[in-house]
């Protein structure tokens, strides 16, 4: 049941890649090895080493976080981050980050997870959307290519509609005094 | 137990401190948890010792009475790390109960743990569920004689509810009755009669679902299990069905958003009936059912009363399952009432949630008119006291897919104050007259318990802190205090070793409206915390987090 829930999302997810390669936005995905150099910590014992660069294809365009936002439902981190301000996992488009903002730490919260309850997806997303979620998530916080985010989100959002809004009564009038009616 | 007895009146004959001198309440001891989430728990006093179980890591802490509640031990079950990922709305726990000499509690990886009363050892310690299904346990246990009742929480994730009953002696498993599924694994049997038509047939919990759907179907129990000792009857409801969007999951939903009457010791159910069928609006029906006898139109009928999540005080004939009245307590707009003759809940067309589209102003909000936070009931005035929220929300039906201890929602929510009146209310009603006799307005949802005395007063807390006593006859407000943090859990009141008359809260900001703060969610999303955070942009300013028990007597 699982499997076959998942395998559809991502044979959906690959059709829809398909149609838009010839966009020309496509990278080729990038491999999920030796991607955990950069330090999680400001503590570094005996002295600070330099981390070895490592090969990362991960890419920030317009494609990569639209795709990454629509995974961001279809994956069910929505359920657990919301669109950004958090709920069972905390939130993304804030400041804080435990585990590291950079493309290849995001990259290993969600293939690898994380100990305080973030579900590691290894094997589950295919590392080219994991990058398009990396993406996504980066944007959330504004991180990232400001061009290459969507500059209306799609979620509900915004003041309470017209069709809902309860009558506001006007408090105090325009009217110059001497316009007011007298008392009867 | 967090009930003060098995009916769950939470009514306490003490009466040192009443409505005369509770003004000059102060504070006796304190005692810091060292947890930041929700407190939701009860202290449970016991003899000399007071009991209180925190939020996960679920450390249970023994304090000495006789002694300015020192801690005597604390045991630690450290339960798993990753269970945090899975918990809905916050990492609270509901409470302990003794019995025989042993401390029972659930912890949020899905044990649940006995320990030596007196010397905090552990006795035996029970896997119940596995949180990779997302299953957690937030309730706290009933206790009846030797046996032991525990029910899973994961509604939001598509879990399959259950109730457990444990031998609390040996921790071994005797049964356990699912929500959904065949009627065998629902322990439905010959003795099951519902008193609706609606609730009547064989194999309901399959074939109200889609196929196989049952088996990722919610219907968590969560809540409150309450016991009639004259009938041999266990009653306890049952949480929303699996996945919220209503229309990814066409048909009754069986046996979600029930109430179940169960024979104590087989677990052979009795009645059933359904509050919510095909509920649409995460309108769980697992609040405390009280057991009580009332004279209604001159008959003392044997009855359950209990503020739901879906708006209405419903009076049950407990013996039959028969809804004696359903009446709101807030305003209501995604249904129109209950038909007392078909026991049918009528819902509302016009709010009637669809994927791609957004339902506004469906009142009440998905918590509900009341969420876990009991009611308290005082035989000397004949009211319930009704601590909770009243809200709002938006809903905007989305697709879901299943991914196993993820969650399964398919909505996006934003919720906010129900008809621009205020988010909480503390109410005193009369379920004779079906109104209230009076109410107390309060800004913030009230998400603690709350608890009635001999003394003719009743106390709560607000989520930004002030631990009020109530007269429980007028309503007045006797007297106040500020704790340090928000408080959402429940209080009590006790006899100390010195004869003297004591109540205990715990203060901790935190639950599913509390959220925003205990665990630092972004405001700007309004749909953070489920749209929870909607509605509680404003908390950050007014409270910080700290689990504290706070302790109160006349000087």
């Known amino acids: ?184 | 137990m967090p009930g003060r007895n098995y009916q769950a009146t939470r009514y306490s004959g003490l009466d040192q401190i009443n409505t005369g001198n509770a003004k000059d309440l102060k504070v006796a001891w304190t005692f810091s948890t060292g947890v930041n989430r929700g407190h939701e728990a009860a202290p449970l006093v016991v003899g000399d010792t007071m009991y209180v179980v925190t939020p996960f890591p679920n450390i249970l802490y023994a304090l000495d009475l006789k002694n300015g509640g020192a801690a005597k031990w604390k045991y630690q079950p450290e339960p798993a790390s990753a269970a945090q990922g899975v918990a809905c709305c916050d990492l609270v726990n509901r409470g302990c109960v003794f019995s025989n000499g042993k401390i029972i509690f659930n912890t949020l990886d899905d044990h649940t743990i006995a320990v030596d009363a007196n010397t905090g050892k552990e006795i035996w310690k029970t896997k119940l569920g596995d949180i990779n299904h997302g299953e957690t346990i937030t309730m706290a246990p009933l206790v009846v004689k030797d046996k032991v009742y525990v029910g899973n929480s994961g509604g939001e994730l598509g879990v399959r509810g259950w109730l457990t009953c444990l031998d609390s002696n040996s921790g071994k498993t005797l049964w356990r009755a699912w929500s959904t599924g065949s009627d065998a694994d629902c322990l439905i049997g010959p003795d099951f009669k519902p008193f609706y038509k609606k609730d009547q047939g064989k194999e309901l919990g399959v074939s109200t679902w889609p196929p196989n759907r049952w088996q990722i179907g919610g219907g968590t129990v969560w809540g409150w299990v309450t016991y009639d000792p004259e009938s041999n009857l266990i009653y306890y409801g049952t949480g929303n069905p699996g996945v919220w969007n209503p229309e990814l999951r066409p048909g009754d939903n069986k046996w979600a958003c029930s109430i179940f009457a169960r024979d104590a010791d087989t677990g052979a159910a009795k009645w059933a009936y359904q509050m919510n069928p095909h509920d649409e609006f995460d309108h769980d029906g697992i609040n405390e059912n009280l057991v009580l006898d009332l004279p209604i139109n001159g008959q003392t009928r044997k009855v359950l009363l209990a503020a739901q999540r879906n708006g209405y005080v419903y009076m049950w004939d407990r013996t039959t399952g028969e809804v004696l009245s359903a009446t709101p307590f807030i305003r209501i707009t995604s249904s129109f009432g209950v038909d007392l003759k078909t026991g049918e809940l009528h819902t509302n067309p016009e709010k009637k949630p669809m994927t791609g589209k957004t339902v506004r102003d469906v009142a009440p909000a998905a918590p509900g008119a009341k969420d876990w936070q009991p009611c308290a009931w005082s035989p000397r005035t004949n009211l319930l006291y009704i601590p909770h929220q009243n809200l709002a929300m938006d809903y905007q039906g989305t697709e879901a897919s299943y991914i196993e201890g993820t969650p399964y929602l398919g909505v996006n929510v934003k919720m906010y104050a129900n008809g621009n009146a205020n988010r909480g209310e503390f109410c005193a009603w009369d379920p004779f007259q079906k109104k209230k006799v009076w109410a107390i307005q309060e800004d913030l949802p009230v998400w603690s318990g709350t608890v009635v005395t001999a003394g003719d007063i009743t106390f709560y807390g607000t989520m930004d802190g002030w631990f009020k006593c109530v007269n429980a006859k007028t309503g007045d407000v006797l007297w106040q205090f500020k704790c340090g943090s928000g408080i959402i859990g429940q209080p009590v009141t006790y006899k100390g070793p010195d004869g003297k008359q004591y109540v205990a809260v715990l203060a901790g900001v935190g639950g599913w409206p509390g959220a925003i703060v205990a665990a630092d969610l972004d405001p700007r999303d309004p749909t953070g915390a489920l749209g929870f955070v909607n509605a509680m942009t404003d908390l950050p300013q007014k409270t910080t987090k700290g689990g504290m028990l706070y302790v109160f007597a006349l000087p």
């Not at chain 1, 993304?92 to 590291?100: A, F, H, Q, R, V």
């Not at chain 1, 990396?134 to 979620?155: F, H, I, Q």
Request: proline share 11%; charged share 20%.
């Open chain 1, 1 to 184: 049941m699982k499997t076959r829930v998942l395998m559809t999302i991502c044979c959906a997810a690959a059709l829809v890649s398909c149609k838009r390669e010839e966009r020309g936005f496509r990278v080729a995905p990038p491999s999920a090895e030796k991607i955990e150099t950069k330090s999680l910590s400001d503590l570094h014992p005996a002295g600070s080493s330099v981390a070895p660069p490592t090969k990362n294809d991960y890419r920030e365009n317009a494609y990569a976080v639209s795709e990454g936002e629509k995974l961001f439902a279809a994956y069910n981190c929505v359920g657990c981050h919301a669109h950004g301000g958090g709920g069972m996992g905390p939130a993304l488009m804030d400041n804080k980050w435990i585990y590291g903002s950079q493309p290849q730490q995001i990259f290993s919260t969600i293939v690898e997870g994380r100990p305080n309850g973030m579900p590691s997806f290894r094997g589950k997303i295919p590392d080219f959307q994991v990058w398009e979620l990396v993406a996504y998530v980066r944007s959330m916080s504004g991180l990232g290519t400001s061009g290459a985010s969507p500059n209306r989100s799609d979620e509900m959002k915004g003041p309470t509609p017209p069709s809902s809004m309860p009558k506001q009564t006007p408090q105090n009038s325009s009217l110059p005094k001497s316009a007011e009616r007298p008392p009867p």
